[in-house]
């Protein structure tokens, strides 16, 4: 099973910005979907974004979209997420995840996307954002 760690969390102004990165224990290039998740203290948790395997985004949260990026760097088996434009409502626990398979689909039935989940999961980064 792959391992993943993050990092890069820490405290950071309202305006501000701060990258996380998640090294996997082995390639995930090709691989695995990966993903951004964070969960705010007393919320649940959330999705934030998702790759595909070759490093093309399938989705941001609304909430991050045009602030976020998310991208994967193939020699270095690492997940980023670069946060620009950081806001108080931003502060949570970051997770990253990976998962063979994709972590969505698309319901005929509901008429929306559903979440499949992840199967690896990251120890958690903290992100705090003071105003």
């Known amino acids: 099973a792959v391992r993943l760690v993050p990092s890069g969390g820490g405290s950071v102004q309202a305006g501000g910005s701060l990258t996380l990165d998640c090294v996997a224990s082995e390639s995930t290039y090709g691989r695995y979907w990966m993903g951004w998740f964070r969960q705010a203290s007393g919320k649940e948790r959330e999705v934030v974004a998702h790759?595909?395997?070759?490093?093309?985004?399938?989705y941001y949260a609304g909430a991050v979209e045009g602030r976020f990026i998310v991208s994967r760097d193939e020699a270095k088996n690492t997940l980023y997420l670069q946060m620009n434009k950081l806001q108080p409502e931003d502060t949570a626990m970051y997770y990253c995840?990976?998962?063979?398979?994709?972590?969505?689909?698309?319901?005929?039935?509901?008429?929306?996307?559903?979440?499949?989940?992840?199967?690896?999961w990251g120890q958690g980064t903290q992100v705090a954002v003071s105003s």
């Open positions: 995840a990976a998962n063979r398979g994709p972590p969505r689909r698309w319901s005929e039935t509901l008429g929306q996307w559903e979440e499949l989940g992840y199967a690896f």
């Open positions: 790759i595909d395997t070759d490093g093309r985004v399938l």
